[in-house]
């Protein structure tokens, strides 16, 4: 959506619902399932919480009405991040 | 409806105001700076995970999970401060901000707690091995040995608290011109990007309380 249109207002509470919601599924996942192999906590806990960021950023940030450019810029840290870390831990 | 005022022309290019564009720019820096925090702590519980916890036996997680949900009503009382000062809502404007100011410090009154008592159990940033309270195990057992748990999870949350406490003192100072009347529907730029400074923060603490305290 280019700058410059009105949109209507972002759903603001449902994403708080969706957050809290979240947040609690998050928290009772780590604490049932300890059983489960620490590759796969990891990988549900971390879905769960890019998630809620994503959320956040979509909605509270309004990025979902902003310029496609602006993404582009927002999400350029983010391959940066995993590099670094993907490259780093594979040294050990 | 959210509508774009003059204040907010679009600039050509990135297409968006000069105030936002560098605000999200300073906000991409901050990306970095915590992926680095971040990302140190991944790679050394990685490389030595003997020297790590397993957070619920030494951090309070229900504490900082109830920590988590006043900061995530927080980001909600700034949206609605926004929200109103686009409906040219002075009232509300200034109520939703003081909401999101009173929630920003308990946060990290509730942090600052957090930490007292953590202190208290021996868990301290440089602890060679302290006796942290597990959680169900008998009083005075040590967990681990090793500075590397203590260091790495008070810069992070450290961090994050310091950015926490500049956001109030940052929050107030929008409320100060608030009252002034510095902000109407047709110049609200300063109330939009103290709201993505502030959504940034609780963004950050989403990925840290996940990395910190539930993995």
């Known amino acids: 959506m280019e700058t410059g249109e009105e949109h209507k207002s972002p759903p603001y509470m449902m994403v708080f619902v969706v957050l809290a919601v979240l947040t609690v599924a998050e928290v009772l996942f780590a604490l049932l399932f300890t059983g489960l192999p620490k590759f796969w906590l990891a990988v549900g806990l971390i879905f769960m919480a890019v998630w809620k960021a994503v959320l956040v950023a979509m909605y509270y940030m309004h990025l979902r009405f902003e310029p496609k450019r602006l993404w582009i810029l927002v999400a350029s840290p983010i391959p940066l991040a995993i590099i670094l870390v993907v490259v780093v831990i594979r040294e050990f | 409806m959210t509508t774009i005022t003059a204040d907010r022309a679009p600039m050509a290019g990135m297409k968006v105001y000069h105030l936002k564009l560098g605000m999200w720019v300073f906000l991409l820096s901050e990306v970095m700076f915590f992926t680095g925090l971040i990302g140190a702590y991944v790679i050394l519980r990685f490389a030595h995970p003997e020297a790590f916890g397993v957070p619920g036996e030494v951090l309070n997680v229900p504490l900082t999970a109830f920590n988590t949900f006043v900061l995530i ?81 008070y810069t992070m949350t450290g961090f994050h608290g310091a950015h926490v406490s500049i956001g109030v003192f940052c929050l107030c100072f929008t409320l100060w011109r608030a009252r002034k009347g510095a902000y109407t529907a047709g110049n609200l730029g300063g109330v939009e990007i103290m709201g993505l400074y502030w959504h940034f923060v609780d963004l950050v603490w989403i990925l840290l309380f996940t990395f910190v305290y539930l993995i």
């Open chain 2, 73 to 153: 009503c927080s980001s909600v009382t700034m949206v609605k401060a926004f929200a109103a000062i686009e409906q040219n809502d002075q009232q509300g404007l200034q109520k939703w901000l003081l909401a999101t100011i009173v929630l920003g410090a308990s946060f990290v009154g509730v942090q600052a707690w957090e930490y007292t008592l953590l202190f208290s159990e021996g868990f301290v940033p440089m602890a060679e091995s302290y006796h942290a309270i597990a959680r169900g195990a008998a009083e005075g057992s040590e967990v681990i040995g090793g500075p590397l748990y203590g260091a790495t999870f």
